[in-house]
């Protein structure tokens, strides 16, 4: 059943795909099952669900291109010459559309004017229910494959220089058309915009988004938070390279106490954009990477979202972080690679990161205690003040903890740090409030307390 409107993937009730239509059949809105038209189907006198709208400035619904159609390459002034971004759009609750589309539209087409973009609208069989929905991805996987193998066939236009980005279902759209185009040629790229997670996580790779299906796969994950389950994106790995922003699991500023900020900015559609916040925020985050080239989000590699709160896996090394979104540095790994990093919760969205690590001896043998302090930074561009610090344990004695700060803005090189702590009952015989000044290059040592940071700022070693 139908979830909450815009957020595309809240069900009541799922059934099994495998029993919608017997094998070979797909099924189709009235609802009934006909055979799966496969690269021939508009040849063969069966009608395509998918319609091809080049992108002009002329209108905004585009210039329809029909498959099997010379002439309408031609009228819609498809550049043989260029390479093709294809949007893949996912589940439709209104049947209409999505604004987002149009912005990253636009956002392609300032930032890379000699591209031809298309957008798949295949809205007739994705205003659906979600399992109905989900069922039809490989129809509209085969006939985009089918769309390509012609081009390649009537034009000579290469699927090497194809790139599919899809969001929600439409990033499995993009796997299965992947794996449909026949041959031994791959796609050039497939970058998944929060992958759908219902009836697609734990699935083989033939049944959903995966690295095989184009000679590189990228995935942004936004929305993995589990609830009953499910959560509306896949939290498994899909690609060769699996960026999970904040930890993949929520969005910053999408939580329901930001309700009232959206429907400020939105006006009453606010509460859909609330639903959809973190879902949606992948598309955004593709979107900030196409606008902002002078503030691309670097991502690390990293075993969990733990250990990189940490700060323990900010190294660019052996090409152990990546960029996020559209300047991706592409590269097939025999390995999934799952990066990580923080965002802010509005565009521009990148923050830098530092490490700190803090080691403190004590000798008071006490209990744990859980001290609040914070940190300014003075650098060579900008200052930091008043950073506040969140240990995710007490502190014992004589011992070092390592976390993350991130900023909002790049403060240029370290010069110095502010340190103040504001302790509990154990420490104030000690300090009531210790303020500390330490110079970048030497380090100081207090009695009772030694402090070193190391800082590293992200991506001052990545490779183009």
């Known amino acids: 059943a139908k979830g909450s409107p815009g957020c595309g993937l809240l069900l009541l009730s ?26 021939g189907a508009a040849s063969a006198g069966l009608p395509m669900s998918t319609k091809f709208r080049l992108y002009t400035n002329t209108t ?62 295949w809205l007739t069989l994705a205003h659906q229910h979600y399992p109905i929905a989900a069922q039809n991805t490989r129809h509209i996987g085969q006939e985009i494959a089918g769309f390509l193998e012609w081009l390649e066939e009537s034009v000579q236009f290469s699927r090497s220089n194809v790139h599919l980005i899809g969001y929600s279902l439409g990033a499995h759209v993009s796997g299965f058309a992947g794996s449909y185009i026949s041959g031994t040629n791959k796609i050039g790229r497939i970058t998944g915009l929060d992958p759908a997670g219902p009836l697609f996580e734990g699935m083989s ?91 691309q989000s670097m991502a690390y590699w990293c075993n969990d979202i733990h250990t990189f709160d940490k700060g323990m896996c900010l190294s660019c090394r052996k ?17 999934n690679r799952r990066l990580f990093l923080k965002t802010r919760a509005h565009a521009p969205f990148k923050v830098y990161h530092y490490q700190f690590k803090i080691h403190f001896i004590n000798e008071i043998q006490e209990k744990q205690v859980e001290p609040t302090f914070t940190v300014s ?11 506040p610090i969140t240990l995710v344990e007490g502190i014992t004695g004589n011992k070092t903890y390592s976390f993350l700060i991130t900023l909002d803005i790049d403060i240029g090189e370290l010069m110095m740090i502010k340190f103040k702590w ?3 009952a154990v420490w104030e015989n000690i300090w009531d409030t210790v303020q500390t000044i330490i110079p970048w290059t030497k380090g100081n040592r207090r009695p009772g307390l030694i402090v070193k940071t190391i800082r590293v700022k992200a991506g001052e070693t990545q490779q183009k």
Not at 23 to 31: H, I, R, S, Y
Not at 319 to 335: A, H, V
Request: with cysteine.
């Open 60 to 121: 905004e619904e585009g210039c329809l291109i029909l498959f099997d159609h010379l002439e309408t390459l031609d009228k819609c002034s498809f550049n043989t010459s260029l390479p093709l971004v294809m949007i893949v759009h996912g589940w439709s609750v209104d049947g209409m559309l999505e604004g987002w589309i149009w912005k990253m539209v636009a956002a392609l087409k300032s930032q890379h004017k000699q591209t031809n973009v298309i957008i798949a609208d």
């Open 319 to 335: 090409n152990r972080c990546n960029t996020l979104g559209y300047n991706i540095r592409k590269e097939r790994l025999q390995i």
């Open 205 to 295: 790779p033939t049944d959903r988004l995966s690295p095989d299906d184009a000679n590189f796969v990228d995935a942004i994950h936004t929305f993995t938070q589990q609830h009953m389950g499910l959560s509306v994106g896949i939290k498994q790995p899909v690609a060769h390279f699996d960026f999970y922003p904040n930890g993949g699991t929520f969005q910053p500023g999408c939580h329901i106490m930001h309700m009232y900020n959206h429907i400020a900015q939105y006006g009453i559609t606010g509460i859909t954009q609330t639903v959809k916040c973190a879902h949606e925020r992948s598309v955004h985050l593709f979107i900030d990477s196409l606008l902002h080239d002078d503030k």
């Open 422 to 424: 504001e302790g509990t």
């Open 14 to 39: 799922i059934q099994p795909t495998a029993s919608l239509c017997a094998a070979g059949q797909t099924l189709v809105p009235e609802p009934q099952c006909f055979p799966t038209p496969g690269p």
């Open 377 to 387: 930074l003075t650098g060579t561009k900008e200052d930091a003040k008043n950073l």
